[in-house]
């Protein structure tokens, strides 16, 4: 979910297997509530599509969610839970040409754990 774009509209198309640094994910983890159902996915190699060795991060899950199994754990019907601590991909995705939108621009754009993991090594 980017500033400027419509996603309170759209409800969050793009929000699932989002990548997470360890840093971001130490963040937000405490926000969610206990007992929920909510699955931890660490970046393995190969694990996900684009995901390449030595750079730990992970996915968190909402297993019942808008995507299924894929389903970003904050994503609510009010939109991101964790907006201002939301990844950086979260934050980038679908702000330029190179990364479209999905739900502006279907069929161009590139899932967004494919976005992640450059950025992330950039950010390292
Ligand atoms: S697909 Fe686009 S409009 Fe929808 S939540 Fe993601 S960035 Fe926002
Ligand atoms: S952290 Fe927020 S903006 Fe990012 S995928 Fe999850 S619900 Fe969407």
Known sequence: MSVGLPCRECGGR???LVPFTIGEYKAVRKRIPSGSEIEDVEFLEGS???VPAGNPGKVILNPHGQHGSNTCA???IDG???YADRPQVCRIYGEDTTNPCEYLH???S???WLLGPEKLLRRN
């Open 14 to 16: 793009c929000c699932k």
């Open 48 to 50: 996900l599509p684009g």
């Open 74 to 76: 904050f994503i609510t």
């Open 80 to 82: 991101c839970s964790i």
């Open 106 to 108: 279907p069929g161009q």
């Open 110 to 112: 590139r899932p967004i």
